[in-house]
């Protein structure tokens, strides 16, 4: 019989389930059974019941948010709600790219406070409560984009500021690339959820990033409408340029 481990660390306990949920999402993958959405179907859902079951057992009076499961309004009255996206960037885990990862964020009084972003396929998890200095930025600024449909806001701004364009997946892989010092700037905006950064923006805050919303706004979670289109991470010394160049378009 295995003997229940409660965690009562929040970031330990967000740490060993985005790891743990990555590497389920891994082992799906390796199977060889499936392929492109299908198997970024079950990826999603398997490595969802990993992270719903974990949660019910290890926080049953904290509230949820997954991607992949059904939403209730019930969160809303609790101070704590965890936030998750059990495999984000589908399309590049079921295409077996790297640049995926998976979202453990813990919501404390509508803030991102705790977060775990894993990134399976770089072998690496990143969390709030290990941090490290910040690798120096280059003389030619690095912004990271989606592969597919870059912001217009994103590639204005690099024109303007000679930024180089790193087209990337992943909304946490692109968080995660400043903080690995493969890049600067993550400027988005054309629709996310809360689960797409929640545990990004928990991580960026701990290791020192600027945090907003485009126009300058803070990031806000566990509210009833979880869209949040949004956001702007960076370093804190480019965060006022970059906010002017927005409001200036």
Partial sequence: MVTKVRIEDDAELAARLATTAGQIAVAVRESGLLDGK???????????????????????????LSEESRDTLKRLDKERV????????????????????????????????IGAV?????NVTMRSDRT??????????????SRTRPAKEAVHVAEALN??????????AKAMAILRGEADIYLHSGGQYEWDNCAPA?????????????DGAPLQYNRA??????LLFCRKEHA??????????
Avoid at 43 to 59: I, P, S
Avoid at 118 to 122: D, I, M, N, T, V
Avoid at 203 to 213: K, Q, T
Avoid at 225 to 230: A, F, R, S, T, Y
């Fill in 163 to 172: 930024a180089e364009l790193v087209p990337m997946g992943s909304a946490g």
């Fill in 82 to 113: 965890w936030i998750v996206d059990p495999v984000d960037g589908t399309r590049e885990y079921g295409e077996r790219r790297s640049d995926w990862g998976v979202h453990v964020g813990l919501s404390i009084g509508g803030r991102a406070a």
């Fill in 225 to 230: 409408d979880v869209g949040l289109p949004d």
């Fill in 38 to 64: 299908e198997l970024g179907s079950a990826g999603d859902k398997v490595a969802n019941a990993f992270l719903m079951k974990a949660l019910a057992e290890q926080r049953p009076e904290d509230g949820v």
């Fill in 240 to 249: 006022t340029r970059v906010l002017n160049l927005v409001a200036a378009m």
């Fill in 132 to 145: 490290e200095p910040l690798p120096p930025a280059p003389e030619r600024l690095r912004m990271v984009v």
């Fill in 202 to 214: 928990a991580v960026c805050e701990a290791f020192g990033l600027h945090c907003s919303r485009i």
């Fill in 118 to 122: 894993a990134l399976p396929g770089l």
